[in-house]
């Protein structure tokens, strides 16, 4: 078997395949500021722009959320939450398909091939493995082989293009490669199964602070919930650490936590006039934190509405679902079927 990355062959390159966008979501807690705006904001844009692609496949990976969530009832709460919140935050499933990863097997079916030509060095080297095992993760092998999964993921939908933040540019690297070496092992040149699929990296991505001024994460209990709302939403943003200046004297606006929730939600303009108070002085950090309540109340107002009434209808939600899972099991069998024969799977019951 080889372990090596092989060239491509020309016809492997992404150009000349359909344009296809991909891109999983983890049902592994209440999404988040930081999840928004640093994700799924663009993601949202990226599936409503239909002009440069053929397909998009957005999946909710509850396979994923397995190397982490041992709760039946949460995990099933947090797959309907984050389909609920695309659709208040804009997803259109008209021009782009949602769905649950655990309504396509084949993916798992991918994985198993793509594991038994990964070399464990490479596995070795993953980063946010040894990041999630230091914040104290059990080391489980689903955590371990986690890029394998999310290679199968891409890979089985044709994905060309990959919507990622730059700490997930390594895992793509191991997509990438196993594309090259699938079509290296079972493929001929002229007739290579997949696209080497190309990170589309996020740019403009800011880190979105928490609470603590950590960065906003799940896993440190700092964060502001999407639809955070009224009195719990109030609580969470006078909880905001600031420094102790008195609220007479001048503050640098750059170096406080509320300020760099503000400069998220607020227009230019008054991003300049809470700037200008900031360091006038006389501007308390309570009175930053209301601007901020405000704010952020106003910028969710009709996605909060829109998940209201969602939220009344869980069968139109099960009803996008279902019928983006079936699309993406119709485009999973068109590789899956030549991924079986080239390897030699055999089965009796296929055909
Ligand atoms: P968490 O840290 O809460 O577990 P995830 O690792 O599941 O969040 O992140 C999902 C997506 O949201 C990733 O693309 C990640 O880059 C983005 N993201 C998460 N937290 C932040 C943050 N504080 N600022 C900017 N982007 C973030």
């Keep these: 078997m080889q372990t090596n990355t092989q060239p491509a062959p020309a016809s492997s390159d992404a150009s000349a395949f359909p344009e296809v966008v991909v891109s999983g979501i983890q049902p592994s807690g ?16 990226l599936a409503d722009d239909e002009t440069r692609r053929e397909a998009a496949y957005y999946f909710i990976v509850n396979y ?9 009832e949460a995990l099933e709460r947090y797959t309907h939450d984050v389909a609920l919140d695309y659709l208040a935050l804009g997803f259109d499933p008209d021009k782009a398909h949602l769905f649950m990863q655990s309504d396509v097997p084949q993916v798992t079916e991918l994985a198993w091939i793509f594991l038994c030509l990964t070399p464990v060095s490479q596995l070795e080297k993953g980063v946010a493995y040894k990041d999630k095992v230091a914040q104290g993760l059990g080391a489980n092998g689903g955590l371990f082989t986690y890029p394998i999964l999310q290679a199968a993921d891409i890979l089985i939908y044709g994905g ?12 793509i690297e191991i997509s990438r490669d196993l594309a090259l070496r699938f079509n290296a092992e079972f493929c001929t040149e002229d007739a290579p199964v997949f696209p080497v699929p190309e990170p589309l990296i996020l740019e403009d991505v800011a880190v979105v602070p928490g609470l603590d001024g950590r960065k906003m994460s799940k896993s440190y209990g700092n964060t502001i919930g999407i639809f955070d709302e009224g009195k719990a939403l109030k609580k969470k943003v006078m909880s905001i650490v600031t420094d102790s200046t008195p609220l007479e004297e001048p503050k640098d606006p750059e170096t406080d936590n509320v300020f760099a929730l503000i400069k998220l939600f607020a227009d230019e303009t008054q991003r300049e006039e809470i700037a200008a108070a900031y360091r006038a002085g006389g501007y308390g950090y309570g009175h930053a934190k209301k601007e901020l309540l405000g704010l952020i109340t106003a910028y969710f107002a009709e996605a909060r509405e829109r998940r209201h009434e969602l939220a009344e209808h869980p069968e139109f939600v099960r009803e996008v679902l279902r019928a983006g899972g079936e699309a993406a099991r119709q485009r999973a069998e068109q590789f899956m079927e030549p991924v079986r024969e080239r390897v030699g799977l055999l089965t009796t019951y296929r055909r």
């Design 30 to 45: 209440t999404l988040h500021l930081g999840n928004y705006f640093g994700a799924l904001r663009q993601h949202i844009a």
């Design 64 to 72: 994923h959320a397995l190397t982490t969530l041992r709760d039946r």
């Design 160 to 171: 060309t293009r990959v919507p990622v933040g730059a700490d997930q540019k390594q895992n």
